[in-house]
């Protein structure tokens, strides 16, 4: 066999992969896809209030008026801070609602952040090192998914003080497993892959293949979860916060608002409403873009997005 006809072999056995999509190629398949549009929008608002609420209205937030206490929404009597009403001490709904998203997001990133690079961390290790390693790293999985996530949670938090550190803590614990699992299950199939036992015959370090080959293939898998994760962390976290042993006040989350205003449905729906509904809207939003970022960082699947964004150019 010559030579043309073993390279024309080796491409058909190992088809050149499709380059990742730049910057203005991911933005193009966003707005081909309108819901993750405005999925974005909301998150990218819900991100500014976490960074500039707390300088903005900070002090509408916390300041008290017994004149408005439980006043209703949409009225502008009292100025367009109470448009969503006022609280039990008559602090307006609105500046505490865009403060309490600075918490909020502070906690489900810090714990998505610190599950991520330690799950990945041991998962490149379980998948990439010998089986005696590997069996220690998994087992260690086992013990923590034998509790279940919320009740350790409750155990720890009991024991120590709620604070915004130890929610990022106990929540990131209990979410180690899941990128854990994932990244060793993705490490045990791309090791088999051609360019990487070519990088091993090359005499590449096992640094370099670890981190230089093998991670960029499964970092979009990663980044999926993650997305998804986040909104799971925000819905814990609130959980916690209902039930008393999250964030204590003068902090304030959006799990907490609503843990407040329990008492008051009755008589004032909208002191829990709101809240509610901006975790439900957040975690929404988190589910669409996680979707869109499955099928678009996918290159088997990526034309879906560039073939609606050619049709809407």
């Excluded at 199939?189 to 590449?204: K, T």
Aim: glycine share 8%; aromatic share 8%.
């Amino acid at each position: 066999m010559g030579q043309n006809d073993m390279s024309d072999t080796t491409a058909t056995e190992a088809p050149a992969a499709k380059p990742a999509p730049s910057k203005s190629s991911l933005l193009s398949m966003l707005f081909a896809d309108q819901f993750a549009t405005v999925a974005a929008c909301f998150v990218i608002l819900v991100i500014l209030c976490a960074i500039f609420g707390p300088l903005l209205l900070g002090e509408a937030a916390s300041d008290q008026n017994l004149r408005a206490r439980n006043a209703p929404p949409f009225t502008l009597d009292r100025g367009w801070l109470y448009i969503l009403g006022g609280d039990a001490l008559g602090r307006p709904l609105l500046p505490r609602i865009v403060v309490a998203a600075q918490n909020t997001i502070m906690i489900a990133a810090g714990a998505v952040a610190g599950s991520f690079i330690i799950g990945a961390v041991l998962g490149l290790t379980a998948g990439y090192s010998r089986k005696l390693v590997s069996e220690v790293i998994m087992r260690l999985a086992d013990v923590i998914m034998s509790f279940p996530s919320l009740l350790l949670a409750v155990i720890v938090l009991y024991v120590l003080e709620p604070s915004v550190l130890n929610l990022v803590l106990v929540l990131a614990i209990t979410r180690i497993p899941i990128y854990l699992r994932t990244t060793r299950a993705e490490v045990l199939e791309v090791r088999e892959r051609m360019f990487v036992q070519a990088a091993q015959v090359m005499g590449a370090s096992t640094f370099r293949i670890v981190f230089r080959h093998i991670l960029p293939v499964i970092l979009p898998t990663l980044l999926t979860i993650a997305t998804l994760d986040f909104a799971f962390v925000m819905l814990a976290e609130s959980a916690l916060s209902f039930l008393g042993i999250g964030i204590q006040p003068p902090e304030i989350t959006w799990g907490l608002m609503v843990s407040q205003g329990r008492q008051y449905l009755t008589s004032a729906w909208w002191l829990a409403f709101w809240p509610g509904l901006a975790i439900i809207l957040t975690t929404m939003s988190l589910n669409l873009l996680s979707g869109w970022m499955r099928v678009a960082l996918d290159p088997t699947q990526r034309w879906r997005l560039e073939t609606g964004g050619k049709k809407n150019g």
